[in-house]
């Protein structure tokens, strides 16, 4: 015969496995939970990481998301005011014949207002590349010009060679990707002190193929993106202590009728050179 007291202990007891049970139940649930809510937002930080890296420099000639969202950085500016002169609005028809000569060395110089960017050119392996640039840099192209995007989240790049500064600028004429399997780009990175061409390439779309116009980019630390933006140079060691200066200064919020996020060091080409070895 089960006593009065008994029956009790036996029910408090039954109510506690049940309670007990029911928690174990809800930290399973939340687990389950918690997982897929993880596994989502890793697939969309991926995406997403994916979508900035495949197309960051789609902006030659055509707008950027102006809605992105990047936190802008702040400090004084490092650079001096840029020398007196204005900017040679000019366009070609069609991309200037083919003289450079492959076997000589080329050096581009960028005499900036935050210091000299020596770049040495790869007229081997990108001759139409280089070609270009001694033809436009001959004609003043590029003096006076900003270096109107910096980009410091994802990848680490300064933008430069739009006489417009807006991002939407170029020479009139396009030239064919070049160099896409250098030794250098290894793992989908193009390493600190790479200079390559900015194009309207699409990864997924897969069109937008021998685009590039005039615009480049700096790289000035190890960056990852994948091997669809023409490496035709490498700055000097020099030139890597300026572009430092530049992206320590930090960039600006997106530009509403741009996207550009402009550096907040005013970098401006007083004057742009090349010259044979």
């Known amino acids: 015969m ?5 029956r009790r202990r036996q029910l408090a007891r039954e109510k506690f496995l049940r309670q007990q049970q029911r928690r ?3 930290r399973r649930k939340a687990r389950i939970r918690n997982s897929v809510i993880a596994s989502v937002l890793g697939v969309v930080v991926v995406l997403s990481v994916t979508v900035f890296l495949t197309k960051p420099f789609e902006d030659d000639g055509k707008k950027e998301n102006a809605n992105a969202e990047v936190t802008p950085s702040k400090a004084p500016d490092p650079c001096e005011k840029p020398a007196p002169g204005k900017v040679e609005s000019q366009t070609w028809k069609k991309e200037p014949a083919l003289t450079v000569d492959e076997s000589a060395k080329y050096t581009m110089k960028l005499d900036t207002t935050c210091g000299e960017i020596d770049v040495a050119l790869k007229a081997s392996a990108a001759p139409h590349t280089v070609n270009s640039f001694n033809f436009l840099l001959n004609k003043g192209y590029l003096d006076h010009s900003k270096c109107h995007r910096l980009t410091d989240q994802g990848i680490y790049v300064l933008q430069c060679g739009d006489p417009q500064g807006t991002g939407m600028g170029g020479p009139g004429y396009t030239i064919p990707d070049e160099n896409l399997k250098d030794k250098s780009l290894k793992g989908g990175t193009y390493p600190a002190g790479t200079v390559a061409m ?31 933006y023409t490496p035709f140079g490498t700055v000097s060691e020099a030139g890597m202590k300026v572009l430092k200066k ?32």
């Open 198 to 228: 900015a194009n309207q390439y699409n990864a997924q779309t897969k069109q937008g193929r021998d685009s590039g116009g005039s615009q480049f980019f700096l790289v000035y630390q190890d960056s990852q993106l994948p091997p669809d």
């Open 24 to 26: 174990t139940d809800a």
């Open 246 to 277: 530049i992206a320590d200064a930090g960039a600006q919020a997106p530009d509403p009728q741009t996207g550009n996020t402009a550096p907040n060091a005013t970098v401006v080409i007083n004057k742009a050179t090349i010259t044979k070895s």
């Open 2 to 6: 089960v006593s009065q007291e008994q």
